[in-house]
């Protein structure tokens, strides 16, 4: 579900077409492109003719050779033609291998696992290969070598690496809970201080006796969600658990990812039950929208859109749906504010890689060169340039080492019909991205060559737009930060480490309880969320215990507590 959560708000906004005669460009002066500062280990290549390498990606939809300004950066690099087949059928894998020199693997599973063991795949520890002609990627992807070591044992090598890897696991990858507040009507309060939960609750109830007063014929509530993401336990109970302890969600609990323990949804005093506690009392005080048990998603978002909620956890239901021009133009702003103790959960990069594996296959004639490719792919410059073109002309970095885009490469990024200039003139800006449609590093990954950003564009410090309105300005000044990331950064929050942990499928007499439990909590936790007074509260949670109990609760939370056991082994391996 944290998944789903997290797709709802990305969208692709670029699409590369076709090239059309554009405008004249901008004239920009010849710029001779700066080496990285990183040392690396690429070996000339003195070949006459140009050295064709074919690569099988299974996750590319082309086919062909690689053509534009990425084909003309890696002949002159490295005097090499790349020759892309996008998919070979999984029998022809098995059964007959590869001839190609540079592989793409879509997973690490059997398809991956088979051709190590058949011996189809080169290892990069065989005649110190990697040693002398991937000096970066063995030094700076240890963990992602050492993984993929993990992958095959029985095999005794390093035969690749996964993609999008980081070299740090407390790197934030991706921000899960935003706290979005009304913040006009909390500059109006005066910015009153909010340590914890219940000052956050008193902050939402003046909040929204304010706004009832100035929104004539608007019935205004603090929150406002919706209940057909529920599961095992409300969505919005166990995303506001980890939204404020910082705990990752389990099917019957909590993952407390700093000790390893696990907390029962139904555990007395336990978070569950706490914030359950917390809703409940919004609803007493007239603070939560009573249609939140019966709504849709699309009906609560509308409510916010329309200036009818106050607070939201989630930017996609937040910030991002309200933050609109009209609102803007109106100085009507939703932003951050986390409370003080609250320690959000946050997902962290992987530093093993993803499923994506890149390989060099035991059959190419052109070992050392494959290795070499691969490895400057993986240095700061490769990185950058396959992502958005060439340095100097597209992107550079300035004297503090912040990373930019050049007016010219701005117009190229937003427009990617745009033709290339000086010694790249005549070549599509869209049609020249490689086409082996793999990464090498994380793209929120740091770095190294610039000053502590990442790879991302979305955020780098000369990529952050002016103040969209005076209260943004005013959130920027009060907080000290000019995006979300940045303020979660800056604050307490939990890095959820990644690592390859699979959840087990419960089976038999437990999968029948499974049911039978969730649908009972679930069901408790609404009648709980709605209950006219604490003493109803505390009746009906009591007896979501007890029919819980009856049904099977315990072998339930067995079974999460020994998941939770195989995940901080999982978890201890990458802290080290």
Known sequence: MKKIMFLMFLLLCLTVGACRQPEPAPEVPTVTVTPTSIEQ???TVTKEEPVELTVYSQVSGFQGEQQGWFAKVLLDKFNVVLHIVPDLPEDEWKEKGTKGDILVFGSDGEVYRNAVAQGWLLDWEENDLMKKHGAYLAEHLHKALEYNRSLTPEAGGVYGFGHGAADDWEEIETILYYWDIRWDWYKKLGYPEVKNLEEFAAVLEKMQLLARAETVGKEVYALSFWREW??????YVRSMVSAYYGYDEFPFGFYDTETGGFHGALETDGPYLELLRFFNTLYRKGLLDPDSKTQTYEEALKKLENGEVLFSLF???GSMAYNTNP???GNMYMASLIPEEASPAADGMSVYGGRRIWAISADTPYPEL???LLNW????????VCEYGPQGLIWDYDAEGNTYFTEFGKTCYWNR???????YEGFCYGDGFPQINNVTWNINAENPDSNGETYNQERWKSNIPAASCAMEQDWREYTGAQTAQEYVNGRNHTVIPAVPYEEATPEGQLKQAWETVAARIVEGSWDAIYAESEEAFEKIVSEMQAEADACGYADCVAWCEKEAEKRWELEEKVRK
Do not use: I, N, Q, W
């Not at 529920?230 to 969505?235: A, C, I």
């Not at 792919?377 to 950058?384: D, I, N, S, V, Y």
């Open 41 to 43: 280990s690429v070996e």
């Open 230 to 235: 529920d599961d095992t336990m409300v969505f």
């Open 315 to 317: 930017g996609y239901a």
């Open 327 to 329: 609102h803007l133009e």
């Open 370 to 372: 494959c290795m070499e």
């Open 377 to 384: 792919f993986c240095t700061p410059e490769g990185r950058m």
């Open 417 to 423: 019909e745009t033709l290339l200039t000086g010694e």
